[in-house]
């Protein structure tokens, strides 16, 4: 909540002036949606590592699909704290009146970047890889990965955060206009990810 609220009031806390406020206004929501990837990721890490291994067997034991269980309450978590970071641009948009559709557009977004950075925190838990410094380095890879990747030719392996913002920061008529295959993109990344995800735990012969 505190990394939340500092970025809050560092990005977003300039209001949308000049001669385009609404096209500043839609180029926040761009940002908070980029922001909102490694701070999902973050939280889910620390809330699936919470449990202490005696309680994680228990509940492997308990929960028939614990996997699934706990990867929801993370993304849970998480969209509780992005809700707080999103709150900030949605604010300047109504104000500054930002066409509606393009908020629903954004939140859509925002949506699925938080779980696609709650994928990631996922992969970098200790259910995946035990070692806490391990899998430190792991989350802070491959949210490094998934940004580096989109400037090559390997971008449709990337998280597309740079499409988004610059779309975002284009104006909504071509936020709107680019969002359907960003959104298309990531729901793919996020199926695909989700999937090896739960295979990879599956085939544990053992709770960590």
């Known amino acids: 909540m505190i990394v939340t609220l500092l970025l809050v009031m560092l990005v977003f806390s300039q209001w949308p002036t000049g001669p385009d406020p609404v096209k500043l206004a839609t180029g926040t929501y761009g940002d908070a949606a980029a922001f909102m990837v490694p701070l999902a990721a ?3 890490r620390s809330l699936l590592d919470t449990q202490p291994t005696v309680q994680r067997w228990l509940t492997l034991l308990a929960v028939r699909r614990s996997a699934v269980a706990g990867l929801f309450a993370a993304f849970l978590a998480s969209a509780a704290l992005n809700l ?18 393009t908020t629903a ?5 925002a949506v699925l970047a938080c779980t696609a950075g709650a994928l ?29 990747l989109g400037l090559g030719r390997l971008g449709f392996l990337a998280i597309p955060y740079l499409d988004w913002i610059k779309a975002a920061h284009d104006g909504p008529a071509k936020f709107q206009a680019a969002l359907p295959g960003l959104l298309l993109h990531l729901v793919l990344w996020c199926v695909v990810v989700a999937t090896g995800y739960f295979v990879t735990l599956h085939r544990r012969s053992s709770p960590t």
């Open 84 to 101: 707080v970071l999103f709150a900030a641009p949605l604010l300047q948009a109504v104000t500054v009146g930002v066409p509606f559709k």
């Open 42 to 44: 973050w939280t889910t």
């Open 105 to 109: 557009a954004a939140a859509l977004l």
């Open 120 to 148: 990631i925190g996922a992969w970098s838990s200790r259910a995946i890889i035990p070692g806490s410094g391990a899998s430190l380095l792991v989350l802070l890879s491959a949210l490094t990965m998934t940004l580096l």
